[in-house]
């Protein structure tokens, strides 16, 4: 198993894209380590459902964005930031969609299979890395997105509600696009 | 009242169906001993017992699935899960073995017993079989009956009818199928597992295309615009002697959806209506749990159900009523 | 410890005189001991073969052979309901149950289990047993520790057991007919279509990787399970019946192999070297067996 590099994603090479990229990483990092210690934290049982698969490296990438997340859910040390697409990091398991796709997903407002069914999701990799995560986060009561939101006070749960009103509305035009 | 059977394959799908309005919940161990044993899963012990207290303070019946084939040696891990049900109070097993359906019918006299779909038990003789020696109080009918055929099964026998209404269309007789077995080494019947994550692969190209195999072996190849279903054997698309462009050799990927044939089903004299899907999210179970809990309350109020659009959770987005409507469908 | 070796059913839908000339060459020249007949796939194909089965039964029976009637494995309208019952309620010769309304049929009275029966571990053996049961076929997917469990189990309560060592595995079975698919055309208007396919419909991946085979309602294996290396291990584990499922190749020369092969008077690598020589084009797999997957061929060697 090939695993994500670190400094590798640290390297600058300097056309424009990815300065930007290289910035936005820089300053979502300590939220991203936040937001992944507190569920750690709160959701023991989460890494239960993982069975052996918390020391793999998924790679979560929403398309739309100017940075893809990578994950590792080891209880011991949670890790999750964000890298630059360019370096291509080799992911035991990827999980590739727009943003707001994958939003709803861990807002628990829309089901995996159906996404996938739909190629609104891709994977690849070990499937059944991403199966287990998908199942594992399904577990937690509520919505992830909004614990989320709920650990940045009012500001996060603006945002969210910005978010969720956005995705409502794409939602509801490809309905209508496709009737 | 025709009961509404909803699937659960976390504890936090459980509250979900029982909190959309289910009349009952089935679910099962994080084991072989029922046949949704996918990576990450289904219930322990604990787990089940604070799902069973949850449900029966709302007034929701848990059924406890333990519908696979233990191979012989490994007979005690179905007796225990069948154990551990009672012990936490499930209000029926699901089974579909004989051997196990005699012990816990020995073992068990006062829980409930339902014949699984796994048993395939199709005709009249075959269900009167398991209601005298075990006792059944329910079967689970197979997905390949027409409403008709229902209808005369329901004159026959004197136990409980159960059919799916909605999810996943297996199109082979369940408990007989060795298809995952052949490609991967792992069964269906022993085992639980249908194409198990972790023998199959999706390999994305370029152009957008995507290939999904099982055990090496390729099931389908879709181009950018289409839709997926799920990668098992029976939904693949294969080269035939008369087909050499490729075909759906079984069927395509699609979902069973009877939202439309509720009153024909209730009238035909189905007592429990069951929806699929506990390898599926909260919110498919919230989604579909809903619909039908509404649909079916306005039947019951005398009115025309309004039924919810349920085509995007469904396999390959496309729906078919399958056996249920027309005998053609074979 | 020897074993019997028997025949089974013929899965395809071959022309009624094919199987006649079949089976009298099975009489004549065939190592096998018992047969069983009788359409188990498909109750549409019944009527065929109907009318010659009292011949072909006594020219068995003349040839020393004890014949065995198998029941169809889906039973879901009237007719096979029919079927099922009136072959359940035959005195002689004995029969084989495939499904669960055969058993109701048969309310106790001794029979045979057939391999679409389930029959998987000791508990379920031991109901069938006290059941009536007299015989027992393990199923197709079934690995040797748990065969060799089910086959003490059998013995000890004096039941036959029986594992299919040779032909394509069932893999599955139907309501729909997907031979009738293949050619556009649903079940009750197939025009018997299955009927070009003698060794079944071969169906590729799409890459041109073989895999199943279709026959009718019932899915098959590519590859045809050989069990050549096992008998001996099968026999004892207390396996009293070894199955050859017919296929269109020479099942003749198949049993001879067998039956030489179980003897001892010719080496297990010499039999398998002949089998596939006689199969040529088919692959051959024994993976269910070792557990593994099915269409996989293990070297027995490299087991051990």
Redesign the interface.
């Known amino acids: 198993m090939k695993h994500l590099n670190p400094d590798k994603a640290a390297i600058p090479r300097l056309p424009r894209a990815e300065t930007i990229t290289l910035m936005s990483c820089a300053l979502v990092q300590p939220l991203l380590r936040r937001v992944v210690r507190q569920i750690a934290t709160r959701h023991p049982n989460l890494f239960e459902r993982l069975g052996s698969y918390r020391t793999i490296d998924y790679l979560i990438d929403p398309i739309d964005f100017p940075f893809a997340l990578h994950l590792r859910p080891d209880p011991l040390e949670p890790l999750l930031r964000a890298v630059s697409r360019d370096v291509t990091p080799d992911a035991g398991a990827t999980i590739r969609g727009r943003f707001l796709t994958l939003l709803r997903l861990l807002d628990s407002s829309e089901d995996g299979d159906a996404a996938f069914f739909s190629r609104d999701l891709e994977v690849s990799g070990d499937t059944e890395a991403i199966v287990r995560l998908r199942n594992a986060l399904d577990d937690l009561d509520g919505s992830i997105a909004e614990e989320v939101a709920n650990m940045f006070g009012p500001p996060g749960r603006a945002i969210l509600g910005r978010l969720r009103q956005m995705y409502l509305r794409r939602h509801s035009a490809e309905k209508l696009a496709q009737a | 009242m025709t009961e509404l059977i909803c699937p659960a394959?976390?504890?936090?799908?459980l509250?979900t169906a029982v909190d959309a309005g289910a009349d009952a919940v089935y679910c099962g161990f994080q084991d072989a001993t029922n046949a949704r044993n996918?990576?990450?899963?289904n219930f322990?012990a604990d787990e089940l017992a604070r799902g069973v207290s949850y449900a029966r303070s709302r007034g929701t019946k848990v059924l406890l699935t333990i519908n696979t084939?233990?191979?012989?040696?490994?007979?005690d891990l179905w007796r225990s899960a069948a154990d551990v049900g009672a012990h936490v109070g499930v209000d029926a097993f699901i089974v579909?073995?004989?051997?196990?359906a005699?012990?816990v019918a020995r073992a068990h006299p006062d829980i409930r017993l339902h014949l699984s779909v796994q048993?395939a038990?199709?005709?009249?003789?075959?269900i009167?079989?398991?209601c005298?020696?075990f006792g059944v109080k329910r079967v689970v009918l197979?997905r390949?009956?027409t409403i008709p055929?229902i209808r005369q099964i329901r004159r026959e026998i004197h136990c409980e009818i159960e059919t799916f209404i909605f999810g996943n269309h297996g199109?082979?007789?369940e408990?007989?199928?060795?298809?995952t077995?052949?490609?991967?080494?792992q069964?269906t019947?022993?085992d639980g597992v249908c194409s198990?994550?972790?023998d199959?692969?999706?390999?994305?190209d370029e152009d957008g295309s995507?290939?999904s195999r099982l055990?090496g072996?390729?099931?389908?190849?879709i181009g950018?615009?289409?839709?997926?279903?799920?990668p098992t054997?029976?939904k693949?698309?294969?080269?035939?002697?008369?087909?050499p462009e490729?075909?759906y050799?079984?069927?395509e990927?699609v979902s069973l959806n009877l939202s439309h044939l509720l009153p024909e089903l209730i009238e035909a004299g189905v007592d429990a209506l069951k929806i699929e899907g506990r390898?599926?999210?909260?919110?498919?179970v919230r989604?579909v749990v809903s619909a039908f809990r509404s649909a079916l309350d306005d039947i019951r109020h005398g009115q025309t159900p309004n039924i919810a659009d349920l085509v995007?959770?469904?396999?390959?987005?496309k729906e078919t009523r399958g056996?249920f409507e027309t005998?053609?469908?074979? | 410890m020897t074993a019997t070796l028997t025949l089974g059913p013929i899965p395809y839908h071959w022309p009624a005189q094919a199987k006649c000339d079949f089976y009298a060459r099975i009489a004549d020249e065939a190592t096998v001991d018992e047969v069983y007949l009788g359409e188990v796939v498909c109750s549409k194909r019944a009527p065929f073969f109907e009318a010659h089965l009292p011949d072909v039964i006594s020219r068995l029976e003349q040839a020393g052979k004890a014949v065995i009637l198998s029941s169809l494995a889906e039973v879901t309208l009237k007719r096979e309901r029919k079927a099922t019952v009136e072959l359940a309620e035959l005195e002689r010769p004995e029969v084989e149950i495939n499904n669960v309304g055969g058993l109701y049929a048969r309310a106790g009275r001794s029979h045979r289990i057939g391999p679409f029966m389930n029959a998987y571990n000791e508990a379920t053996i031991g109901w069938m047993a006290r059941q009536g049961a007299s015989h027992i076929c393990l199923p197709i997917e079934l690995p040797a520790k748990a065969i060799a469990i089910a086959a003490k189990t059998a013995r000890d309560l004096r039941l036959g057991v029986e594992v299919q060592v040779f032909g394509r595995a069932s893999l599955a079975v139907s309501a729909r007919c997907y031979h009738a698919r293949a050619h556009g055309r649903s079940k009750d208007n197939c025009q018997f279509v299955c009927e070009e396919d003698p060794d079944g419909m071969p169906l590729q991946t799409l890459d041109h990787r073989p895999i199943l085979r279709i026959n009718g309602i019932q899915t098959l294996s590519e590859s045809y399970i050989d069990l050549l290396a096992e008998t001996g291990p099968l026999m004892k584990m207390g396996v009293s019946h070894l199955r050859l499922s017919p296929q269109a190749v020479d099942m003749v020369a198949v049993s001879h192999l067998y039956r030489h092969c179980m003897d001892g008077k010719i080496s297990v690598t010499e039999a398998k070297r002949k089998l596939q020589a006689l199969c040529a084009g088919v692959p051959l797999s024994n993976g269910f067996f070792h557990g593994e997957a099915g269409y996989r061929q293990i070297a027995m060697d490299a087991k051990r």
């Open positions: 394959g976390t504890p936090a799908a509250r996918f990576p990450g899963l322990t084939y233990p191979p012989a040696g490994k007979v579909a073995d004989m051997g196990l005699d012990y048993a038990a199709s005709s009249p003789e075959a009167r079989y398991y005298k020696h197979p390949i009956l055929e199109l082979m007789v408990g007989r199928c060795s298809l077995n052949y490609l991967t080494g069964s019947n022993m198990p994550a972790s199959v692969e999706y390999v994305q995507m290939c055990g072996f390729t099931l389908d190849c950018a615009g289409e839709k997926a279903g799920y054997i029976c693949g698309r294969y080269i035939g002697s008369h087909r490729g075909y050799a079984f069927e990927p390898q599926r999210s909260k919110s498919y989604t995007a959770l469904t396999e390959g987005q056996a005998k053609r469908w074979r």
